[in-house]
């Protein structure tokens, strides 16, 4: 069974990430996880830390000249940050002026009640989407996991606040990557940048949506067997797993509510003996089952919590009204999500993956998809036999 682990607080020394039961012989390309690492930590919108930090992936287990050995894998990304704040967070000795305001729409509140903690930093630590930086770099491995298989996922920025994409047809990945916001229609692209920097002024922040997508999904990932094992609910829940994210849509999403039956699916027809469907309005799942078609999901999240101009809180020391706590911040980090998001949905899909597939090598595993990839072409033709 594969599974992953993190641990790390935001300014601790380190974030550190298990991955169990990846596959022997995958090769791993170290620069390529330092690369998607980097590319979380851009994007129009982010704040002071993002200097301070250099992002890199340190292998402690699990692998040999470059290649899985089938144990765990254990990783590890330093905090460059925890030198300037020794003082207030070493394990063993941390302490400091204790955080007492907590931000509306923070796990501040919410935590403090349940672990009851009475310094809000000891809540805000975990909660901090410094975090997702592990889940990244574990995304990322996955990622050539997935990639040799044929897998590949890909995000873009559709909303950042008000301002939406149009429909953007085909667009390259290229102006994605080189977009700041990554959005790849330039005029939308201005268009969100100046509405950070409005907010930015404002003391504000900003949320908004972005899409992943997945390509070379084979059919049959997921299943109806039981509703923990539907691969629609699998990826939405992997997803909300973010600290930002409050809603996840598959295909049509929330937008199939108000569609007659007759324009929600994804009709079928023959083309050249196959069976080929002229739309995705399903997202590539169906009965909580992949179905051959690309994996979309639009994915919505919230303005991040900490306002500049801060939001009306109590003390809950000093039993007053106050403002919330202002820490350093982001003003948007809808960019930097979806390559989250990409990293959540990688994370997910390599459990139903292999549990369609199993296999304890590469080698055994690109077997069993073969032989399975040849089978189901080969079912179309067979559709009469045995029946
Ligand atoms: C983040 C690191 C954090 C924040 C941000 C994201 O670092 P610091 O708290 O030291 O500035 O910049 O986290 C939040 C916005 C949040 O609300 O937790 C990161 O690495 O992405």
New binding site residues.
Partial sequence: MFRYLTAGE??GPALVGILDGLPAQLELDVARINETLAR?QGGYGR????KI?RDEIEFLAGLRGGKTLGSPVAVMIRNR?FENVRELMDPLTGHGKPLTNPRPG?ADYAGSLKYRHRDLRNV?ER????E??MRVGLGAICAQFLEALGIVTHSYVHRIGDVEAPDLGAFSQDDVEASDVRCPHAPTAQKMIAAIDTAKAAGDTLGGQFIVRVDGVPAGIGSNRQPETRLDGVLAGALMGM?TVKAVEVGLGADVAAKPGSQAHDVFSLEAGDVVRGSNRAGGIEGGMSNGQPIVLRVSVKP???LMKALPSVNLHEQTDAPASI????VC?VP?GAIVGEAMVRLALVAPILEKYGGDSMEETLDNLRRSNDAAAALFAKHTEGV
């Fill in positions: 935001s300014h979380r704040g002071g830390r993002m930090e940050d923070h805000l909660a901090s989407a410094r997702t930086a600290q991040i919590p900490t820490v350093r911040s982001d980090v930097a």
